[in-house]
């Protein structure tokens, strides 16, 4: 460890630029994924976008409440049914998840199959619940 703390005091441009190139990476590859949107932007897309909810969670959980009219495909076999989606590739597509971190993989699948208009839900359906926003079981 003071070694560490020895070449960060020794070297502050080389930790400076490593720590830049860190934080542009992580960002680069947060947005592959798709851009993530709030509640209220969910709302808005698909009342005036029809944009298309897909929930990644298992079938379980998806029955125990999800969102109006959001289509399950649970992230295990989203591969497979990716397909399904080929539809609605001109509108956006919005991957909620359980809590914002497992859409990511999904999200970047879509992205991969040319979906342009990929967004995930931050914080997912834990954000969705806690919002009082209503669910359909």
């Known amino acids: 460890m003071e070694k560490?703390?020895?070449?960060?005091?020794?070297?502050?441009?080389?930790?400076?630029?490593f720590?830049?190139?860190?934080?542009?990476?992580?960002y680069t590859e947060g947005r592959k994924a798709g851009a993530t949107i709030n509640t209220s932007q969910l709302t808005s897309a698909v009342n005036n976008?029809?944009?298309i909810?897909?929930?990644?969670?298992?079938?379980?959980?998806?029955?125990?409440g999800h969102i109006v009219n959001a289509i399950n495909i649970p992230?295990?076999?989203?591969?497979?049914?990716?397909?399904?989606?080929?539809k609605h590739k001109d509108k956006p597509i919005i991957?909620?998840?359980?809590?914002?971190?497992?859409?990511?993989?999904?999200?970047k699948a879509l992205k991969a199959a040319g979906f342009e208009?990929?967004?995930?839900?931050?914080?997912?359906m834990q954000t969705w619940t806690s919002?009082?926003?209503?669910?359909?079981?």
Do not use: C, W
């Open 49 to 51: 976008k029809d944009a």
């Open 19 to 26: 720590l830049a190139l860190l934080a542009a990476l992580i």
């Open 4 to 17: 560490l703390i020895e070449f960060v005091v020794n070297h502050p441009y080389l930790v400076t630029a």
């Open 117 to 124: 208009q990929v967004l995930r839900l931050q914080g997912g």
């Open 53 to 64: 909810v897909v929930d990644v969670r298992d079938g379980k959980e998806f029955q125990a």
């Open 75 to 86: 992230s295990t076999k989203f591969a497979e049914r990716m397909k399904e989606l080929e």
């Open 131 to 137: 919002e009082n926003l209503p669910v359909i079981k």
């Open 95 to 107: 991957i909620v998840d359980k809590m914002g971190q497992q859409g990511s993989a999904a999200g």
